[in-house]
């Protein structure tokens, strides 16, 4: 089956982790993995799969036979003498692969083995990743990822060990292989159940539009307080899609103590949220804006949680107010203007039909994942219309750009320094990353990092 599958093989010195990365790849423990140069393994091949779909067979050349020789001294002076086997052992496992991972050690940095096993890649002109392993900490990590850009591979910092990123590896991996032939693509799997969360005022409706979206009475409006709490998660499918809204209950026992006293706390409304995939926020357009509704919208914004605002009872109030409502909640989401704004009715069931949809956009764009060829292309392109502005004296210069983090999307900028880009500048490279990548509803992160090494190298 192995055999079937495009091939991408692991190449690096001994001792960078490669055993321990083909494990967390495969998720297993098959290989064995030592800490010292010279035990000889056999050459290992496993199945890397997403959603439990094969999607490449990865080589590990472990099989590094250094025992041969007499001693090897431990640590990376140990395999002076032995560059040759381990030059023409990566060049015969390169002949069948479809793509290189060329993984290398962030603690030791760049040794001249490394040169070496990079020029020999570079000749091959397979498309390769260079994978920054060990990893372990994001305070450290511009440092230990700096002199590796001068190798010209697209980079990714990880940690076998800690499992740092292993994710966003099977990803740019699999990025890497080439187009499958028209005609032998494997079927899409099932999408999995997306999680919603309804927020809001107490009365604002939010069981009414449950109920409405559901399309059934699942929840009963007007049910007694808190005597159940057996339908905390509502289950429905439409069209083929399954869908569950959580902590229902929660919502209908806090609707129905409040009464006309407001007792809708902020930060507990808030904890649905964090299991949901998108968040649904209710307004009532006959309330307007509150400012509970302004503190939870900020909170979901400084949090960077997906979601929507639902204005309900639309047809209690004249589309002139409605306008001006519209605009309100728009000034209260200045700063997240990716956040859609919908105007419905529970309950003349209008402006529904666009929610789903709408929420099944927004969780996928959270789950986007751009390979760093791609996000250096754009950040070229981006800095090349507005470069960056001149800050005492000094303009700051962007060396690279890669994603740390899907849900949400965590891009990070190495610049010489951080401290010389401006707000402004950010959000222009925000709004430019957003409109090459097509991300227009989802909330994403983004970090500038000072990088004051040396070697950065233009490719
Ligand atoms: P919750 O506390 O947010 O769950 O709000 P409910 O769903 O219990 O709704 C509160 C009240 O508003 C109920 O009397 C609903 O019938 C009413 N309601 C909900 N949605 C609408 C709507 O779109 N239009 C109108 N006119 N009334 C609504």
Partial sequence: MSEQLPQIILVGRPNVGKSTLFNRLIRSNR?????????TRDRMEGIVRRRG???????DTGGITLDAHATVTEGPEGIRGFEEDILAQAEAAMQHAVAVAFVVDGRDGLLPLDEHLAAHIRRKGLPTLCVVNKVDGLEREDEQMAEFHSLGFPLLPVSAEHGHNINALCEELAALLPAPAPGDSAPDPAPPTLRLAMLGRPNAGKSSLINALAGEERMIVSDVAGTT??????????????YVFVDTAGIRRRSKITDSVERFSVNSSIKSSTKAHVTLLVLDATEGVSQQDKRLMDMLDTRKIPFMVLINKCDLVPPRALDQL???VGNSLAFCRHVPILTVSALKRSGLRKILPLATQIH????????????????????????????KRVRAKFFYLTQAETAPPTFVFFVSDAERVPESYARYLERALRHLFAISHAPVRLHLRSSHAKGHKKN
């Fill in 31 to 39: 290989a064995i993995t030592h800490d010292r140069p010279g035990i």
């Fill in 53 to 59: 779909l094969p999607v490449f067979g990865i080589v």
């Fill in 229 to 242: 709490r057996d339908s905390v998660d509502v289950r429905f499918s439409v069209d083929g899609k399954e």
């Fill in 326 to 328: 519209r605009q309100n």
């Fill in 364 to 391: 996928a764009e959270c789950q986007i994942r751009i390979p760093t060829g791609q996000l250096n292309r754009a950040m070229e392109t981006a800095l090349t219309r507005h470069q960056p502005p001149v800050v």
